[in-house]
């Protein structure tokens, strides 16, 4: 990575921002995310759960954002390991275009995961598209398993989890 960047828990002045690296990906090879999804009101309810984070550079500069999901249906899946509960989910994972090809994405993964065992939850786990080779790539280091796999809202996901604690 070209500077020191750390994890933070997003601020109110910084949602449009997050927002505007989420339209960014929009559109991009295997991103999922559509015109509605994510949005401006998504990105408030995560800040609003305290569950929106942020990672910068040393003079501020946004170069990700990552969040935890609080979705039922997610949570519903049948994959999930029972010895891993309380979990959580972990989503709308973003790279500013620029800083793409870093390890940021990693980097805010491994911070992240240091957040949800600070909070007491035992378990993590995401959804990733099957195609999606760069992302593949970056969580496996993180020692995620894959558990099983999902369509949940016309997608074609694996799902991925693992212990934090």
Known sequence: MAENIKLYQAAENEIEEITKLYE??????????????????????????????????????????????????????????DKLKPSVEIARLVVKKEWQNKKIAAAMLEELLKVIADRGIKGAHYLVDKKHKKALSAYKKLNFERVGESTLYDGNWWCYEREVL
């Open 24 to 81: 960014q990906a929009k559109g991009s090879e295997y991103c999922t995310w559509d015109e509605h999804y994510p949005n401006i009101e998504i990105t408030r309810q995560d800040l609003k759960r305290n569950d929106l984070f942020c990672m910068k550079t040393e003079t501020g500069e946004i170069v990700g954002a990552i969040s935890i999901d609080d979705d039922k249906e997610v949570e519903g899946l049948s994959c999930w390991s």
